[in-house]
């Protein structure tokens, strides 16, 4: 599939602070692209770069292929600050000065006011807004003139749950109509729900990339003892979906790659002649899962 963003080896300081670190990365298109991490894990850093907004002090990008120009620039849309527009100027109006600006005309404002969901307010003045709104808004201008992708920082931070919900369904649905998307969120809940690759960022290193159901799988893990840990031990190695153990004097913890149930580990230990005297289940919250993963990597 066609890379629409191109990542090689970026760095970028801040005197001492290492924002980003010799990041590299590739979005294709139609992804809906993550990039997760902690407050000042370089998440805004990289957005920033990727717009020109800040220039990188090693590395370089591409966009659709190529080193970005003018046009290129046209084909991307973006909301990274928190919405402003004039205050006492209608959403009409205000998309009438974007779309000046933009050096576009106005025959897209009626459609991306009504795939915000703003068309019916679109006569009250942006000050009557609620945030959500005012966000839906920002969303409707990056629209404007029908960019091929949407880059997004944060852009559920500090709306009610509707607002939350409301912007994530309009993610989806830019989404499905072919726009590639690049959403930076330190939400591992949020990544979840709506992207379908993801990049973790930890002080401003990636510490793995891939698609979001195989990045952030949950494996499941058992404590388990027998009489013989190590026959124990050696046995488990033989599962089919085996991963790992950590073993420890009376007790041994396994993690597996896909879903196993107690009773089907049970029954395998039965049929390969090991008693078990303790088999318990650990079930890992998604936060817990993707904090050990940033720990596990520090
Ligand atoms: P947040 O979610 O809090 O915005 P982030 O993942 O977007 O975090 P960045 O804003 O990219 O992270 O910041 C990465 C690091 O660079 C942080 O340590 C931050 O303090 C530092 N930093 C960012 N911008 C500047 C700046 N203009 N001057 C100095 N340091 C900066």
Redesign the pocket.
């Known amino acids: 599939m066609e890379n629409i963003l191109t990542i090689s080896n970026i760095s ?1 300081r ?2 001492k ?4 670190s010799d990041l590299s990365l590739e979005v294709k298109r139609g992804q809906v692209f993550g ?1 997760l ?12 770069v990727i717009l020109e907004l ?1 220039r990188a002090n090693s590395g370089s990008f591409q966009w659709f292929g190529q080193t970005p120009d003018k046009e290129s620039r046209k084909r991307i849309g973006s909301v990274i600050e928190s919405p402003n527009f004039f205050p006492y100027l209608t959403p009409v109006i205000n998309l009438k000065i974007v779309a000046d600006i933009k050096n576009i005309g106005y025959d897209d404002i009626e459609r991306v006011l009504n795939l915000t969901g703003l068309f019916d307010r679109r006569n009250s003045r942006f000050k009557t807004f609620s945030f959500g709104m005012k966000q839906r808004l920002a969303v409707a201008s990056a629209l404007l003139g029908n960019p091929e992708v949407l880059i997004l ?2 852009p559920t931070n500090g709306l009610d749950p509707q607002g939350i919900a409301y912007i994530r369904e309009l993610i989806l649905l830019i989404a499905s109509q072919g726009i590639t998307i690049i959403i ?1 969120s ?1 939400l591992l809940d949020e990544v979840q729900k709506i992207c379908s690759h993801v990049a973790v ?1 930890s ?2 290193k990636k510490l793995f990339d891939g698609q979001v159901r195989e990045v952030l799988a949950i494996s499941d893990s058992f404590d388990l003892a027998a009489t013989n840990i190590e026959l124990l031990v050696n046995t488990v190695k033989f599962h089919p979906s085996f991963r790992s153990v950590i073993t420890n004097a009376e007790k041994i913890q396994v993690f597996f790659k896909d879903h196993v149930s107690p009773e089907e580990l049970n029954r395998f230990f039965i049929h390969h002649d090991v008693i078990l005297t303790h088999l318990s289940e650990r079930k890992r919250s998604l936060e817990q899962h993707f904090l050990e993963l940033l720990n596990n990597n520090k």
Not at 17 to 20: E, G, K, S, T
Not at 37 to 44: A, E, F, I, Q
């Open positions: 970028k801040y005197g602070i290492h924002a980003v990039i991490g902690p407050n000042g894990s370089g998440k805004t850093t990289t957005l920033s800040i920082d944060e930076a330190h960022l002080s401003g």
